[in-house]
């Protein structure tokens, strides 16, 4: 018989995954709670759509929140149905807008090459530039108006509606308002005629095309099916985008979210989110209690923790553990107190480097802030245990690795002036080779080549030495067209790699391995370099963990992970719940901060460590009221050294 | 889908032309005019092999400015097709679903469209010429990413499959069950039920046996024969038999063919024993067989088959011509013929023709189009005018299109100009309005169009191969022309000129701007008096200056043909003409008698006149002034 993937996959899923995946055409929001196999149930559905169908040419729409989950499902459907995963487009929101711009946006003024500023140096100069250009006296103050522009952007408020909407809808002082307005436009002139496109501008601009019913149209027809991967953190932007492609008719949705998992308010995010689908659309709601991932005690604590919240869907049913409680006596949940920050640090590093090497591997340590994870960082290191801090990453660490991209950007882009600033720069860092810029488009100006073929003659002519001379060489192979350019890459990066032990490079070379075999894995082989590079753009530049390590991770960046052993450090009040929660009016950034810590703890499949000192910094600190709420009081702590009594205080100094 | 306009540069004799298409488009042309070059542009750029080893280029397809150029310094061949929607919604939705990541679209009509452009080019790197290609946006400019996949292309190719009859088409070949892309597959699809076959086998086997041992000599050969077997011995021993008959079912039905006979008592004749009529038609009707029972199987639900056909008329009798556009009209698909048959064109709607030309710039393609445009961007106040404008124009904002779906009036001319005052670019967008008024100024209406399907049918046919056009007023001005330019050594017929005459045909003033927007180089002479005057005054309305009119128009000055002849002509060779008419007295006709006479029996002295004419019996100088003037005039027009 035929080894059917799909087939034995659906056979182990339970009775009400099943029918999740099986669900007819009608719109469905599954609701689904921490380890209960959502991403599971979303690969299988489309698996399942895709192979019930294999004459037919419609494609299914899936759409997640990181490259990594919508690798990761494309991965997976092609492994269930090979050879027709050609038909499941999976992309993130931003990837799907940056797909529909490079095939229709030239009604927009929009070309298919354009390129994606990421990061936020590149769009502080971009309106550096603009007000430069637009203005004959630029006003120092404009450069901070970013902030403001990438707000009305997020909100879908475009630069000519701008100055009205900020008067009208945010009592903005009208001069104020129509200063903001007019740094806007010159900010969006400027990324056009740069022939680019910022993150935000990505869901405007498709949101715009979206406004004329036949490309709705177009997309509907195409799409057949919609599937959203977390849509608890869709926001208010994403969620109006949504809104027009679907029409008035369109009902086949499948979403997943859970509600409970609302992490990113701060984002535009909402809870109230998951209820205007089910409203809008008319969706079922179906219900995976089931907790694969978690043990008992820690399904429980979760779910005492959540039902504080008052603004939770009602009919929420308690999550189910689906495995046993340890046998051997182990206590999944346990608790330390320490005196200090500094303690704790030093306390739970050294518990991690007790374990073994097996079980220290894929060890999660989360924190609310970044911050307690970077004295953690150094206490691991001082412990002399591996750790990797995981954090999204808009650009490349190393100036090599900069300039390598800036190189590869020059090429798609042979004009791009503000590009060949950060190529000179980066490359001036870590060759110490200082070229004048102005010198170098004046002689390109006067040649008649391109900056980069300019920019090489210089380097070439300086009489470097090798390998900073070599690199030259390749790059001056690329930019006269007789270089293949994945050879020429290729040969660049062991050139660098050759060069030293600088560990933001070695960052920086693992991640673009990881990177480039992605996306060459999703766009094929023989994609040209200008798409490769909105690709780039598009994904974090963080390096994959090393083998063997731990890994460190704020709670908003914990999404998707999961390990046997977590570690929840700074659970006091005033960080976890955040100071700015407690003390604000109402209870929703409270209840966000909840949903916080719910996250932490449910990313655990064995063991789970809650710690907290007494002080943080000069501040005292009392433990966390989320302890009390999941139950945790009154457990046995195991103090740390220097640590106080050891029963906490449930009130503070 | 269909191909809606293909644009073609530096390909064989072609510089830069572009053409619309339509459901049946007939280019007519002189041979070398680059017809067949249209075909083989849109053959090769829809052809599943193109892309892949031995593209359907070869390196003289590239057009060099003179021997001299280095075909690697060209810019190369580059083919643009479009496929538009014909309205909003036509396509099925298994369209969007196959060609979601190339498909176009109109925002504001909804319309939908696919643009493709193919390039043979020099590409240094690989020191060979190589084909590219490349799905295009609204600003041509080329789609990027997951729209530039390979597989997109194949896709595009399976909606358009193109089928190409060669004017050369050989009946032994489209009937082949291996050679033929129709026959050989009908055959091929053919489903036998398992019962049938398995008798048919039985049935072979019997005949078979019965036929070896029909004749002894049979099994002595065999046996020879067998010889071969034991020389190439192995372990096991083989066989080898005579076969008689079909081993297969299949071979069987390989063999299928075509048998007709033209008479109830006449014998059966296979195919090729037909006529070279019967066959080429035949081979036409194939295609329609395969189409019917075949292209919904082996492509798309909106596929629709592209049919390139040679000459359609090769071989077949005037009358069958006559009959075969409502033939190929039906046909399914979107046709595109070329055709050298007047008897063909007289049936083909003036719209769907294309003159084919070759001219010192290349090949250039001449038609009726029902609407102009022309690129210009945006300026302040244009939708205004557009808008005020009615149906007459509309603005494509995306491709920055401004179209005229008809004659550019002054009202709306001078309204767009006034706008362009304050343009930076002022100089440059005058000149493109000025352009789009001039071409428009050629639209001929779809009155004017239907005046000349009932008036001038017969014409056509003629007219549209002619290189140069003589208008004159009847029949008796047709044949005494043809006579006089024959006796003066300029045969008319031979040198393309076509002469029409008003009477029998419409409105001379139709033609005259039928001929302007054809660019055909065209004269005319008419009668000195009220009704010559009319002629003339018919073709000024169209839109003629003075100037033009007086280079090109002649009157005859002594008043009607008649009364030129009595004028001019010996009249001793007039009264001989009339007498051998039977006309009494008539050797003491004069002037205006004689005219009158010769008025009382216009055809009839008109041909005898002209069989004079021709065999010397009557002079050719003293033919009227404006015809030999007008015919001196054709003979040095280039």
């Not at chain 2, 007939?26 to 031995?54: C, E, H, M, S, Y």
């Not at chain 2, 067989?289 to 005037?318: D, K, N």
């Amino acid at each position: 018989m035929r080894a059917d993937p799909l087939a034995s996959t659906l056979r182990e899923l339970s009775a009400i995954q099943q029918r999740a995946v099986e669900w007819h055409d009608g719109p469905l929001l599954v609701l689904a709670g921490p380890g209960s196999g959502k991403t599971r149930v979303l690969t299988c559905r489309i698996a399942r759509i895709l192979d019930q169908s294999p004459d037919e040419r419609f494609r299914v729409l899936a759409l997640t929140f990181t490259t990594k989950a919508a690798h990761e499902m494309t991965t997976r459907v092609a492994a269930l149905t090979p050879g027709l995963e050609e038909r499941a487009d999976i992309h993130t929101f931003h990837g799907f807008c940056a797909g529909v711009l490079r095939q229709h946006g030239v009604h927009l003024g929009i070309k298919p090459d354009f390129a994606i500023y990421s990061n936020a140096r590149d769009r502080r100069s971009v309106l550096q530039d603009a007000l430069a250009r637009g203005t004959s006296y630029p006003d120092r103050a404009d450069q901070r108006l970013l902030p403001r522009i990438d707000y009305l952007k997020a909100r879908l408020v475009g630069a000519d509606q701008a100055e009205e909407w900020c008067a009208s809808r945010n009592g903005t002082p009208a001069r104020e308002a129509a200063r903001i307005a007019r740094a806007y436009r010159l900010y969006e002139d400027e990324l056009r005629r740069s022939n680019a496109l910022d993150y935000n501008s990505l869901i405007l601009e498709a949101h715009k095309l979206m406004a004329f019913p036949a490309m709705a149209r177009h997309y509907r027809t195409m799409y057949r099916h919609w599937l959203f991967d977390e849509f608890q953190d869709t926001n208010g932007s994403q969620y109006k985008l949504l809104r027009r492609m679907a029409g008035s008719d369109f009902r086949r949705i499948f979403a997943v979210a859970d509600d409970d998992q609302t992490i990113y308010e701060w984002n535009g995010a909402s809870i109230r989110r998951i209820g205007d689908l089910v409203r809008d659309f008319g969706c079922e709601v179906v219900q995976l209690p089931t907790n694969y991932r978690c043990p008992p005690p820690i399904v429980e604590a979760g779910n005492r923790l959540v039902v504080y919240n008052a603004r939770r869907r009602m009919r929420k049913r308690p999550a189910e553990a689906a495995r046993p409680t340890s046998s051997h006596g182990e206590r999944h949940i346990q608790c330390r107190e320490f005196e200090t920050d500094h303690d704790e640090a030093t306390g739970i590093a050294a518990e991690i480097a007790a374990l073994d090497a097996t079980k220290r591997a894929g060890t999660l340590v989360l924190a609310r802030t970044r911050a307690l994870l970077e004295s953690m960082q150094v206490a691991l290191k001082e412990e002399g245990v591996p750790a990797t801090l995981l954090a999204r990453r808009d650009d490349f660490v190393s100036p090599q690795m900069r300039w390598m991209v800036a190189c590869l950007r020059q090429l798609a882009r042979p004009v791009d002036r503000r590009n060949m600033a950060i190529l000179v720069d980066a490359f001036q860092r870590f060759a110490q080779v200082s070229l004048d810029l102005d010198d170098l488009l004046f002689s390109c100006a006067a040649e008649g080549v391109t900056p980069l073929s300019a920019w090489t003659r210089m380097v070439q002519s300086a009489g470097l030495r090798s390998p900073v001379s070599e690199l030259a060489n390749r790059v001056a192979g690329l930019a006269s067209g007789e270089a293949r350019p994945a050879t020429a890459i290729e040969e660049i990066l062991d050139l660098l790699g050759n060069h030293e032990s600088d560990e933001n490079l070695k960052d920086d070379l693992s991640a673009w391995r990881r990177l480039s075999g992605e996306i060459r894995r999703e766009v094929g082989p023989a994609a040209d370099l200008g798409r490769f590079l909105q690709e780039l753009d598009l994904r974090s530049k963080e390096p994959p963990p090393a083998p063997g390590s731990v890994s460190l991770a704020t709670i908003h960046g914990a999404k998707g992970l999961e390990s046997d052993r977590v570690h929840l450090i700074g659970i006091v009040e005033g960080i976890l719940p955040s100071w700015h929660s407690v003390n604000a009016d109402g209870v929703g950034p409270l209840e966000e901060e909840r949903r916080s810590c719910f996250v932490a703890v449910t990313r655990t499949k064995q063991r789970l460590v809650l710690s907290w000192a007494r002080r943080y910094g000069e501040w005292p600190k009392a433990p966390s009221r989320f302890l009390e709420e999941m139950g945790l009081f009154g457990r046995e702590c195991r103090r740390g050294p220097g640590a106080g009594p050891s029963v906490p205080h449930s009130s503070p100094e | 889908m269909r191909i809606t306009r293909i644009e073609i540069r530096n390909f064989r004799s072609i510089r830069h032309v572009t053409v619309d298409l339509g459901d049946a488009t007939v280019f007519v042309g002189p041979n070398n005019a680059g017809k067949t070059a249209i075909l083989d542009a849109l053959r090769i750029a829809l052809t599943r092999r193109w892309g892949q080893r031995g593209t359907g280029f070869d390196e003289y397809d590239v057009r060099l400015a003179d021997d001299t150029v280095d075909p690697r310094t060209s810019d190369g061949v580059s083919i643009e097709l479009r496929s538009d929607e014909p309205e909003p919604g036509d396509w099925p939705d298994a369209v969007t679903e196959d060609l979601g990541d190339i498909i176009q679209i109109d925002l504001f009509s909804g319309r939908r469209w696919v643009a493709l452009r193919a390039q043979w080019s020099w590409n240094e790197d690989a020191d060979a010429f190589e084909p590219t290609w490349e799905f295009l946006d609204a600003k041509r400019d080329p789609l990027v990413g997951r729209s530039a996949r390979r597989v997109n292309l194949d896709r595009f190719w399976r909606y358009l499959p193109v089928f190409y009859l060669d004017a050369l088409r050989d009946v032994r070949d489209e009937f082949s069950s291996r050679s033929s892309k129709f026959w050989g597959r009908l055959l091929r699809a053919l489903e036998i039920p398992a019962d049938v076959e398995a008798e048919a086998m039985r049935v072979l086997d019997e005949l078979d046996k019965r036929l070896l041992k029909a004749d002894p000599r049979l099994d002595a050969m065999a046996n020879t024969l067998s010889g071969a077997t034991r020389i190439a011995a192995r372990d096991r021993e083989g066989g080898l038999a005579l076969r008689m008959a079909p081993l297969k079912t299949r071979d069987l039905l390989a063999r299928a063919e075509i048998i007709l006979r033209n008479e109830p008592d006449a014998p059966w004749l296979p195919l090729r024993r037909q006529g070279q009529g019967i066959q080429s038609l035949s081979v036409i009707f194939l295609f329609q067989v395969f189409v019917e029972h075949l292209l919904g199987e082996l492509y798309e639900e909106g596929s629709q088959p592209l049919l390139a056909l040679e000459e359609p008329e090769t071989h077949l009798h005037p009358q069958a011509v006559r009959t075969l556009w409502h033939h190929i009209h039906r046909l399914p698909g979107q046709k595109i013929v070329t055709t050298h048959s007047p008897y063909f064109v007289q049936h083909v709607p003036f719209r769907d023709l294309r003159l084919v030309r070759l001219t010192r710039n290349g090949t250039e393609v001449r038609s009726l189009p029902a609407s102009f445009s022309t690129s210009i961007p945006h300026f302040d106040g244009l939708d205004e005018v557009v808008a005020k404008s009615g149906d007459l124009t509309t603005y494509e904002a995306v491709s920055e299109t401004l179209t005229v779906n008809g004659a550019l009036d002054d009202t709306t001319y001078r309204a767009l100009l006034s706008l362009c005052g304050a343009h930076p670019n002022r100089t440059e967008l005058e000149s493109k309005l000025r352009d789009l008024r001039d071409s428009s100024s050629l639209y001929i209406t779809d009155d004017d169009l239907r005046a000349l399907e009932t008036q001038g049918q017969r014409m056509r046919g003629e007219i549209f191969f002619a290189e140069r056009w003589l208008l004159v007023e009847g029949p008796t001005d047709y044949l005494i022309v043809h006579a006089t330019a024959n006796a003066l050594g300029y045969d008319l017929d031979q040198h393309g000129v076509a002469v029409i005459d008003a009477q029998n045909n419409g409105n001379p003033g139709t033609f005259a701007a039928l001929a302007r927007a054809l660019d055909i180089p065209w004269l005319a002479v008419f009668d000195g008096d009220k009704g010559g005057k009319d002629m003339i005054k018919k073709i000024r309305n169209r839109e003629f200056d003075d100037n033009s009119l007086r280079d090109r128009c002649r009157t005859h000055s002594a008043g009607d043909l008649e009364a030129q002849l009595a004028a001019d002509g010996p009249e001793a060779e007039l009264q001989d003409l009339l007498a051998s008419m039977g006309v009494p007295n008539a050797q003491t006709l004069r002037g205006n008698g004689l005219a009158a006479k010769l008025r009382d029996s216009k055809t009839a002295y008109a041909s005898e006149l002209a069989a004079r004419i021709r065999d010397g019996r009557a002079t050719a100088q003293s033919m009227p002034a404006a015809f030999r003037e007008t015919i001196e005039k054709l003979r040095g027009m280039q």
